[in-house]
């Protein structure tokens, strides 16, 4: 699963997230397991499903996987696994060419250098700012050479909905933006990590008119604030997209890409003679829930970036089941998970440098291919066109999957739902299942009638803070307008406590694989398959396609079906 990190145009992955790039030379590998471990753990007798499971896990989490980061000869090898299991349960090739892969090309991009900032007031010369002072630069794989000069204009937190509106009363088109990160706590949780994603941001600003954007650093700590000296000491490490088809790197906004970030120092520079003092603003910002009135600043800024670009290749995996009803058929439901993990890092306290991945998300994949073999076993095919999906660089912020998503091998008006499964813990026998995103569609009723098939319940989100429903694949398809959800078994009796062990001990850590964490429970695990299986198999075989619920924030904010 994705980690929350920076916001796009100063992302910058967390140390165990950005494992393989600009990584110390890995340390020795660590000591074999036992010969004891490695009997108990390959000889355990289990159920033909179960042992089904379990031996995807065992592959996809081995050592010799090297944590399948996206790009990497290892991750290449899982993929070709995968395909080989989807052509096993009588899928056919959804990917290029006949085949079950989709290039997927990966773009590593960084700043070439320290860019430059300048401001210039009104008849005044431009005063250069100080990097790592007053700002760190932003890169832009969509142009390379970029420079830009353009008056600046505050606008709060940058946000227009849900009756807020942080560019009331002014006019941007042609001028940079300058805005705080984050969002309001009184938004609900998933609309508030939408707006304070700052691509969201961004996507309003340029909607404005605005050629660029720049974030200021706030006092206020929290989601989407993140201290300059953070973003200063990783303000070079790469991160990644993909690449558009005449080879420049995709970003959502490219003709208001963001600009780079200002420290409060520089902010203040940025402020010096506006009507409303930066000082005045800063105090304001300290409070929860400050709201700002937008205003022009005195100042025009002058910007040059210039940025380094290496290409990776990698590859989706898709198969397809065909739908056998004549006018359902064509419709396509896509079960979504992500194959790739971090790699190899920073050794742990055993000296394990590989970042297996068991749960993240080499589960997810067991299941996905467990679940085509039920469709296989059931002799039935489905109504609708069932697509296996299994993605690429997730970790990397959802790359993949947003490549399918803008570049699908069906088409994309046919494509009715997604159902994603990331990094369910299934270490404990679950009681209920949480299906973050399933309040917005219909699909929060098919997730509430398979779960009482298999005798569980359902649970609200536990964990609203986390904002899950924006942190993985099937939000990309959430963007294109088309109703998703992904499972989690609940926290309901003894899951409480195994969520937050794992979240605390072994998310994103070597030690997430089949010998250093708790041991997985196998019939949960089956159970879980069991249970999207039917979630799948509803919505597959329905006389009514999923549709985002009456008025529902993400169904009319990306324009997708919606109940009437």
Same mark, same amino acid.
């Given at each position: 699963?994705?980690?929350?990190?920076?916001?796009?145009?100063?992302?910058?992955?967390?140390?165990?997230?950005?494992?393989?790039?600009?990584?110390?030379?890995?340390?020795?590998?660590?000591?074999?397991?036992?010969?004891?471990?490695?009997?108990?753990?390959?000889?355990?007798?289990?159920?033909?499903?179960?042992?089904?499971?379990?031996?995807?896990?065992?592959?996809?989490?081995?050592?010799?996987?090297?944590?399948?980061?996206?790009?990497?000869?290892?991750?290449?090898?899982?993929?070709?696994?995968?395909?080989?299991?989807?052509?096993?349960?009588?899928?056919?090739?959804?990917?290029?060419?006949?085949?079950?892969?989709?290039?997927?090309?990966?773009?590593?991009?960084?700043?070439?250098?320290?860019?430059?900032?300048?401001?210039?007031?009104?008849?005044?010369?431009?005063?250069?700012?100080?990097?790592?002072?007053?700002?760190?630069?932003?890169?832009?794989?969509?142009?390379?050479?970029?420079?830009?000069?353009?008056?600046?204009?505050?606008?709060?937190?940058?946000?227009?909905?849900?009756?807020?509106?942080?560019?009331?009363?002014?006019?941007?088109?042609?001028?940079?933006?300058? +805005?705080? &990160?984050?969002?309001?706590?009184?938004?609900?949780?998933? !609309?508030? *990590?939408?707006?304070?994603? $700052?691509?969201? /941001? =961004?996507?309003?600003?340029?909607?404005?008119?605005?050629?660029?954007?720049?974030?200021?650093?706030?006092?206020?700590?929290?989601?989407?604030?993140?201290?300059?000296?953070?973003?200063?000491?990783?303000?070079?490490?790469?991160?990644?997209?993909?690449?558009?088809?005449?080879?420049?790197?995709?970003?959502?906004?490219?003709?208001?890409?963001?600009?780079?970030?200002?420290?409060?120092?520089?902010?203040?520079?940025? +402020?010096? &003679?506006?009507?409303?003092?930066?000082?005045?603003?800063? !105090?304001? *910002?300290?409070?929860?829930? $400050?709201?700002? /009135? =937008?205003?022009?600043?005195?100042?025009?800024?002058?910007?040059?970036?210039?940025?380094?670009t290496t290409p990776i290749t990698s590859y989706n995996?898709?198969?397809?089941?065909?739908?056998?009803?004549?006018?359902?058929?064509?419709?396509?439901?896509?079960?979504?998970?992500?194959?790739?993990?971090?790699?190899?890092?920073?050794?742990?306290?055993?000296?394990?440098?590989?970042?297996?991945?068991?749960?993240?998300?080499?589960?997810?994949?067991?299941?996905?291919?467990?679940?085509?073999?039920?469709?296989? *076993?059931?002799?039935?095919?489905?109504?609708?066109?069932?697509?296996?999906?299994?993605?690429?660089?997730?970790?990397?912020?959802?790359?993949?999957?947003?490549?399918?998503?803008?570049?699908?091998?069906?088409?994309?008006?046919?494509?009715?739902?997604?159902?994603?499964?990331?990094?369910?813990?299934?270490?404990?026998?679950?009681?209920?299942?949480?299906?973050?995103?399933?309040?917005?569609?219909?699909?929060?009723?098919?997730?509430?009638?398979?779960?009482?098939?298999?005798?569980?319940?359902?649970?609200?989100?536990?964990?609203?803070?986390?904002?899950?429903?924006?942190?993985?694949?099937?939000?990309?398809?959430?963007?294109?307008?088309?109703?998703?959800?992904?499972?989690?078994?609940?926290?309901?009796?003894?899951?409480?406590a195994a969520t937050d062990a794992f979240l605390s001990?072994?998310?994103?850590?070597?030690?997430?694989?089949?010998?250093?964490?708790?041991?997985?429970?196998?019939?949960?695990?089956?159970?879980?398959?069991?249970?999207?299986?039917?979630?799948?198999?509803?919505?597959?075989?329905?006389?009514?396609?999923?549709?985002?619920?009456?008025?529902?924030?993400?169904?009319?904010?990306?324009?997708?079906?919606?109940?009437?």
């Open positions: 699963m994705l980690r929350l990190t920076m916001p796009i145009g100063l992302i910058v992955l967390a140390a165990t997230s950005a494992v393989a790039q600009n990584a110390p030379a890995p340390a020795p590998a660590p000591a074999p397991a036992t010969a004891a471990q490695n009997n108990a753990l390959i000889n355990a007798e289990l159920p033909a499903d179960q042992a089904a499971l379990k031996s995807h896990i065992m592959f996809l989490a081995s050592d010799q996987m090297r944590g399948r980061e996206a790009g990497s000869a290892e991750y290449d090898i899982a993929a070709q696994y995968v395909a080989s299991q989807f052509y096993e349960q009588g899928l056919r090739p959804a990917g290029d060419d006949g085949s079950y892969l989709q290039k997927v090309p990966l773009l590593s991009y960084k700043p070439a250098d320290k860019g430059s900032m300048a401001i210039a007031a009104k008849g005044g010369q431009p005063v250069s700012l100080v990097f790592g002072e007053d700002y760190v630069p932003s890169a832009n794989p969509h142009k390379l050479e970029y420079s830009v000069t353009a008056p600046v204009v505050f606008v709060g937190q940058g946000i227009v909905g849900l009756g807020r509106d942080d560019y009331k009363g002014v006019d941007v088109k042609g001028k940079i933006v300058a +805005f705080f &990160g984050g969002a309001p706590s009184s938004f609900p949780a998933e !609309e508030r *990590a939408h707006f304070s994603s $700052a691509s969201t /941001k =961004a996507e309003i600003a340029m909607k404005k008119g605005a050629v660029g954007y720049v974030t200021l650093e706030s006092p206020l700590a929290g989601r989407g604030n993140f201290p300059f000296k953070m973003i200063a000491a990783n303000y070079d490490r790469a991160r990644v997209t993909w690449a558009n088809a005449d080879g420049t790197g995709h970003i959502p906004t490219p003709s208001a890409p963001g600009l780079g970030m200002l420290s409060q120092a520089g902010a203040a520079k940025l +402020f010096e &003679g506006a009507k409303t003092p930066w000082a005045t603003i800063a !105090e304001a *910002a300290k409070k929860e829930g $400050a709201t700002f /009135k =937008a205003m022009p600043l005195p100042a025009r800024l002058s910007v040059t970036l210039k940025t380094a995996v898709a198969g397809i089941l065909p739908g056998s009803d004549p006018a359902l058929g064509k419709e396509v439901v896509v079960l979504s998970a992500h194959l790739d993990h971090v790699g190899v890092g920073k050794p742990n306290a055993k000296g394990d440098t590989i970042y297996n991945g068991a749960m993240d998300n080499a589960v997810g994949i067991a299941s996905l291919i467990e679940e085509a073999r039920r469709f296989k *076993a059931s002799g039935k095919p489905p109504r609708r066109s069932v697509l296996f999906l299994a993605v690429t660089a997730e970790e990397k912020g959802l790359v993949g999957s947003d490549y399918f998503a803008h570049n699908p091998t069906v088409p994309k008006a046919d494509i009715v739902a997604d159902v994603n499964l990331d990094m369910p813990i299934i270490n404990y026998k679950f009681e209920d299942v949480t299906p973050f995103g399933a309040a917005h569609s219909t699909l929060g009723e098919t997730v509430a009638r398979a779960a009482a098939q298999i005798g569980v319940g359902v649970g609200g989100d536990p964990r609203p803070d986390e904002a899950f429903f924006v942190r993985s694949d099937h939000y990309r398809f959430v963007q294109q307008g088309i109703p998703s959800v992904f499972l989690w078994p609940g926290e309901k009796g003894p899951g409480k001990t072994h998310y994103h850590q070597p030690s997430d694989d089949l010998v250093q964490q708790p041991a997985i429970d196998w019939e949960s695990g089956v159970r879980f398959v069991d249970v999207n299986y039917r979630i799948a198999r509803e919505i597959a075989d329905a006389d009514q396609k999923p549709m985002w619920k009456k008025g529902d924030f993400f169904g009319t904010a990306f324009g997708g079906p919606m109940q009437k």
